[in-house]
């Protein structure tokens, strides 16, 4: 193989008249992927297409929109997808009718989350046990709406109950325009592993995109499942929050450029530019919150980081967050100015 052996990939899908390019896109995840992790990981580039936090339909009115901002976005997040999730076919249509009005890009129905909070009121990957139901409700919101219509779901219920082909092929015939499929059961939560096969085996049943999302550390697992699979796209969820430069790295190991490898010095900028962000547009409680979520996940892989995460975790207080990174990174901070 040549150093640019990704060179011949698909590098982009329709949703409609909507141009997904790069066709790497970031997945949704309630609690992280709002506006601010949005545009930090759109600033950095190499991301294709974004989506909201999963909305449940119920919350969706001019009242309650007041009340959480989970559909606020900025002109630069687009193209943006919202994703709604629900089980009465004429509250999600309703719901869809209002979000519209939001002017995003499409609207995604979730059809994949498995908390019990969730599938309890028959939502999420819920559906994936009553087709005809997903069927009426996907139906539902096509009516109601102009802008595309997107589904996201999960391989079936459990390992006894695979319907992603059925699902798939219901979803395009009732006229979805593209699907993202996580491959994991709902039994299987997140435990072992997204088996991309099955990705592949949707992607030549039916004609629309399917993207897979699953378990993509990597740029190099990115390309690589996308070649394996033959899917339109890749989503990538967890693996942004690890590493937020890795829409660019997979755009730099495509075009076989150097892949830029984040030092000490910018994984510390980072955190204190989406500190900054946070601390900017929500109050301090949350602000805190959101960066100990991010430092859950995101790596720091160098010496002691498993006891900053701990401080950062303990801190009641920005400031002294912020002191703790500061102490954490002053060496390589150090090190970056000398050089
Ligand atoms: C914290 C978290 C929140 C998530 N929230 C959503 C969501 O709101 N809607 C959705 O469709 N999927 C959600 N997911 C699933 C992801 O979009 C993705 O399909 C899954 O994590 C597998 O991809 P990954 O291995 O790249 O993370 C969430 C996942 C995580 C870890």
């Not at 790497?24 to 989506?51: E, H, K, N, W, Y």
């Not at 219509?149 to 015939?173: C, H, P, S």
Request: hydrophobic share 40%; net charge negative; aromatic share 6%.
């Amino acid at each position: 193989m040549t150093q640019n052996q990704y060179a011949d990939l698909p590098n982009s899908y329709q949703i409609h008249k909507l141009t997904v390019t790069p066709n790497i896109t970031l997945a949704p995840m309630a609690g992280v992927t709002d506006s601010i992790f949005r545009r930090i990981v759109l600033q950095i580039g190499g991301c294709g297409l974004v989506s909201s936090e999963m909305t449940n339909a119920a919350s969706i009115s001019p009242k309650a929109m007041k009340r959480h901002n989970l559909l606020d976005y900025s002109p630069e997040e687009r193209p943006i997808v919202m994703q709604i999730s629900g089980n009465d076919p004429d509250l999600v249509a309703n719901a869809a009718r209002i979000v519209e009005q939001l002017e995003p890009d499409a609207i995604d129905i979730n059809c994949g989350c498995p908390s019990p909070k969730v599938t309890g009121g028959g939502h999420g990957s819920a559906l994936l046990r009553d087709l005809p139901k997903m069927e009426q409700l996907l139906k539902a919101v096509l009516h109601a709406v102009e802008i595309p219509v997107t589904l996201k779901f999960r391989a079936g219920w459990d390992e006894d109950t695979l319907n992603y082909i059925e699902t798939a092929k219901m979803a395009e015939q009732t006229g979805v325009a593209a699907l993202a499929l996580h491959p994991r059961t709902r039994e299987q939560r997140y435990s072992g592993s997204a088996n991309w096969g099955r990705i592949a085996e949707t992607s030549a049943a039916v004609s629309i995109p399917v993207i897979g999302s699953g378990d993509v550390k990597d740029a190099h697992d990115a390309l690589a499942r996308l070649r394996e699979s033959g899917a339109a796209g890749v989503m990538i969820g967890r693996g942004a929050m690890t590493n937020p430069w890795i829409f660019q790295q997979i755009e730099q190991l495509r075009r076989g450029e150097p892949v830029f490898e984040p030092a000490p010095a910018d994984k510390y900028e980072f955190l204190l530019h989406y500190l900054m962000i946070c601390e900017t547009e929500m109050n301090e409680r949350l602000a805190l919150n959101k960066l100990k979520q991010l430092m859950g996940r995101f790596l720091v892989a160098l010496p002691g980081c498993a006891a900053l995460r701990e401080s950062v975790h303990r801190s009641t207080t920005i400031e002294e967050a912020r002191e703790h990174l500061a102490h954490f990174f002053e060496p390589y901070v150090e090190m970056t100015t000398v050089v």
